[in-house]
């Protein structure tokens, strides 16, 4: 993905920056490249020192033991390869130029698929348990998630660019996947993945309306779009329904992954959970700031008389789009039965011996018929 990313920003971006961006994205991500290449080859490494072979099978590592001082060593190489890829604060300069200066189906994909974190559940925690649960490693990544949550969001509130306020969003949202996950129990886990899940909705969404706006204006300046709602009645509703999920409204996808992180992070540490719930309050400052200057207020003269609302194949997207995010909101439990299994693995892995996934679910839906 990495190469035709980088033709795409430079070739097709809009933004007279774009060779800037492409050859930064590639750089940062390459370096983070390197970095898990050398964690994995320590794992292979160790495999050969107990079997006398060289293997790169996930199976065939995890039935090996590591000391817990090579764990160490290796969660660092591979964290900072999945930090620099997700991108994690402070690994995240690369970011916001390349989703502005990039074309839209690119910003779509790259802050709509989550790979990078991911990476932690898929590789982290089951190859190395012990150092994934270590005392200084879950402070600092419990660090780092909750200043991702605040700093995305109050630098979101003053950000004048749309595209670039919906980075900093994401840079929030992926500080409470990070959060979610070092909470290490089955609320945590399963809070993040459904939460990588939505940002495919609701993220990925505000990007589409994003590119759906610069084709009409041809700019991303939030001071010069004041009374859309009059001339695109179809764009204000659906910027209103993404929004509304990308800040947890309840009834919307994006309520479910944030409460499920927010009770495994209470369980965990409350002073932690309390910090991360600010984060919560700030996305519905910035969201709504931008709601009311851009959508409503006086029709300023920078927007053309001429301009039209979505047309048929827009309007399809911001119907699909909607349906996912109320469907997840309103009857999250397909979703959670389907990515339980995995978590629980996880879990017993990190934490051998605790209670079912079906005992979890039960925990959950109580939890959630009494919201």
């Given at each position: 993905?990495?190469?035709?990313?980088?033709?795409?920003?430079?070739?097709?971006?809009?933004?007279?920056?774009?060779?800037?961006?492409?050859?930064?994205?590639?750089?940062?991500t390459l370096l983070g490249s390197v970095f898990m290449l050398v964690g994995f080859c320590l794992l292979s490494l160790n495999y050969f020192e107990a079997k006398q072979v060289y293997s790169f099978d996930l199976l065939d590592l995890l039935a090996v033991q590591i000391p817990l001082s090579q764990q160490l060593l290796i969660f660092?190489?591979?964290?900072?390869?999945?930090?620099?890829?997700?991108?994690?604060?402070?690994?995240?300069?690369?970011?916001?130029?390349?989703?502005?200066?990039?074309?839209?189906?690119?910003?779509?994909?790259?802050?709509?698929?989550?790979?990078?974190?991911?990476?932690?559940?898929?590789?982290?925690?089951?190859?190395?348990?012990?150092?994934?649960?270590?005392?200084?490693?879950?402070?600092?990544?419990?660090?780092?998630?909750?200043?991702?949550?605040?700093?995305?969001?109050?630098?979101?509130?003053?950000?004048?660019?749309?595209?670039?306020?919906?980075?900093?969003?994401?840079?929030?949202?992926?500080?409470?996947?990070?959060?979610?996950?070092?909470?290490?129990?089955?609320?945590?886990?399963?809070?993040?993945?459904?939460?990588?899940?939505?940002?495919?909705?609701?993220?990925?969404?505000?990007?589409?309306?994003?590119?759906?706006?610069?084709?009409?204006?041809?700019?991303?300046?939030?001071?010069?779009?004041?009374?859309?709602?009059?001339?695109?009645?179809?764009?204000?509703?659906?910027?209103?329904?993404?929004?509304?999920?990308?800040?947890?409204?309840?009834?919307?996808?994006?309520?479910?992954?944030?409460?499920?992180?927010?009770?495994?992070?209470?369980?965990?540490?409350?002073?932690?959970?309390?910090i991360a719930v600010t984060g919560i309050i700030f996305a519905a400052a910035y969201f709504l700031w931008f709601y009311e200057r851009s959508i409503f207020g006086p029709l300023k003269d920078s927007v053309p008389a001429a301009i039209k609302d979505l047309n048929s194949r827009e309007w399809a997207i911001g119907v699909a789009l909607?349906?996912?995010?109320?469907?997840?909101?309103?009857?999250?439990?397909?979703?959670?039965?389907?990515?339980?299994?995995?978590?629980?693995?996880?879990?017993?892995?990190?934490?051998?011996?605790?209670?079912?996934?079906?005992?979890?679910?039960?925990?959950?839906?109580?939890?959630?018929?009494?919201?």
């Amino acid at each position: 993905m990495l190469i035709p990313s980088y033709f795409l920003i430079k070739l097709w971006g809009p933004g007279e920056q774009r060779q800037y961006a492409a050859l930064k994205y590639v750089l940062y991500t390459l370096l983070g490249s390197v970095f898990m290449l050398v964690g994995f080859c320590l794992l292979s490494l160790n495999y050969f020192e107990a079997k006398q072979v060289y293997s790169f099978d996930l199976l065939d590592l995890l039935a090996v033991q590591i000391p817990l001082s090579q764990q160490l060593l290796i969660f660092w190489l591979v964290f900072l390869g999945l930090a620099f890829k997700a991108p994690i604060f402070p690994f995240h300069s690369w970011l916001p130029d390349a989703l502005v200066q990039g074309p839209i189906p690119m910003s779509v994909m790259l802050a709509g698929i989550k790979l990078g974190t991911y990476g932690f559940l898929r590789f982290s925690f089951p190859l190395l348990p012990d150092a994934s649960q270590h005392a200084t490693v879950v402070a600092i990544l419990m660090t780092l998630g909750l200043a991702a949550i605040v700093y995305g969001a109050i630098v979101a509130i003053i950000q004048p660019d749309f595209r670039r306020l919906l980075v900093f969003s994401s840079i929030s949202h992926l500080g409470f996947v990070v959060v979610g996950m070092f909470a290490l129990n089955f609320q945590g886990i399963q809070g993040s993945l459904i939460t990588m899940i939505n940002l495919g909705f609701s993220t990925a969404g505000l990007f589409f309306l994003a590119g759906f706006i610069y084709e009409r204006l041809g700019h991303n300046d939030v001071r010069r779009y004041s009374g859309l709602a009059k001339k695109m009645p179809l764009l204000a509703t659906f910027m209103l329904i993404i929004g509304m999920a990308s800040i947890g409204l309840p009834g919307t996808n994006g309520f479910i992954g944030e409460f499920l992180i927010l009770l495994g992070v209470f369980q965990a540490w409350w002073l932690y959970g309390a910090i991360a719930v600010t984060g919560i309050i700030f996305a519905a400052a910035y969201f709504l700031w931008f709601y009311e200057r851009s959508i409503f207020g006086p029709l300023k003269d920078s927007v053309p008389a001429a301009i039209k609302d979505l047309n048929s194949r827009e309007w399809a997207i911001g119907v699909a789009l909607s349906v996912m995010i109320f469907w997840i909101g309103i009857y999250p439990s397909p979703f959670l039965r389907m990515v339980n299994g995995s978590v629980q693995e996880v879990v017993d892995r990190l934490h051998p011996g605790m209670a079912t996934a079906q005992q979890h679910d039960s925990l959950l839906s109580t939890e959630v018929s009494r919201n």
